[in-house]
């Protein structure tokens, strides 16, 4: 496997990671033995870089991962992330905490339920607008000194947000959503991120599956999957999204791949510094998905996604409203 490092002082990871969350909740129904598996394959094949947080579950899939790295810690970068707080009581309810007490008492909760001594990459999941990053960053750095945490990172924070957090303590990574049809990272933050030294991580680089080709219909969402809630994936925005994938689709029967090889190809090819962490509960599509790393896109295959998948393409926001409104780099911008 071959291996990137998170910015310019962060750890060695595999180029390609394991993003978790999708084992607990979310996207249909778990198996906790064959997400147990995935990871296990994982390691077993030089996957060392897995992502989870508190929130997924909540606190299940912290729990799962704990598990599934019993007895190989020392295989293992393990991120998870702290500061959105769900009702227990209603699964849909979103808060933003970012106080210093909160940092702290998520942590030790995080090392409890992962059952580890330290956390690799700790991050803010989202940016509380109610709180001073620096007052946030000061606690995280806190962690860092006492042990408990190796390296910082931030998720979905804007240009402003990221200078100022790397005044008060290195910034490792940060984790945003960046893909073939999420491309909002290009403007202005792979530039700051690079600008500070900050390693840039992926998530749903396949479009939460979108990109797989997987889905031929709105109908192939079991009953409960979150995605049946999100623009992207509903009515004339389904279909407008599939005929782009379909085009994508002809690109890779052109190169002999698959449409999700592509898609990862092509975030891989966007920079070194960028580790994409697609999230899957299942062998075969990790397996899958590992393929990418040898698939090499030209300048003309890259021309071609440009132009059967351009900038914004897209329809759809990638969340509902709502959720929207907690990204920091919407909150800035507007």
Known sequence: ??????????????????????????????????????????LDHGINFLDTADMYGPFKNEILVG?????????????????????????????????PESVRSACDASLKRLGVAYIDLYYQHRVDPNVPIEDTVGAMAELVQEGKVRYLGLSEAGVDTLGRASKVHRITALQSEYSLWSRDPEEGILETCRQLGIGFVSYSPLGRGFLSGQLKSFEDLEPGDQRRNWPRFQGENFHKNLRLVRKVEDIAREKGCTVSQVALA?????????VP?????????????????????????????????PYGAAAGTRYPEQVMALLDSRRRAS
């Not at 092509?266 to 960028?274: A, F, N, R, Y």
């Not at 990418?292 to 071609?304: G, P």
């Open 1 to 42: 496997m071959s291996m990137r490092q998170l910015g310019s002082y962060g750890p060695l990871v595999s180029a390609l990671g394991l993003g978790c969350m999708g084992m607990s909740e979310f996207y249909g129904t778990g198996d906790d033995r064959e997400s147990i598996a995935t990871i296990h394959w994982a």
């Open 67 to 99: 598990r599934a790295i019993e007895g190989r810690r020392d295989q293992v970068i393990l991120a998870t992330k702290f500061g959105v707080v769900r009702d227990p009581n209603n699964a849909a309810s979103r808060a933003i905490n970012g106080r």
């Open 266 to 274: 092509w975030v891989l090819s966007q920079g070194e510094d960028i």
């Open 277 to 309: 962490i697609p999230g899957t509960k299942h062998v075969s599509y990790l397996e899958e998905n590992v393929g990418a790393l040898e698939v090499t896109l030209t300048r003309e295959d890259l021309r071609s996604l440009e132009e059967v998948f």
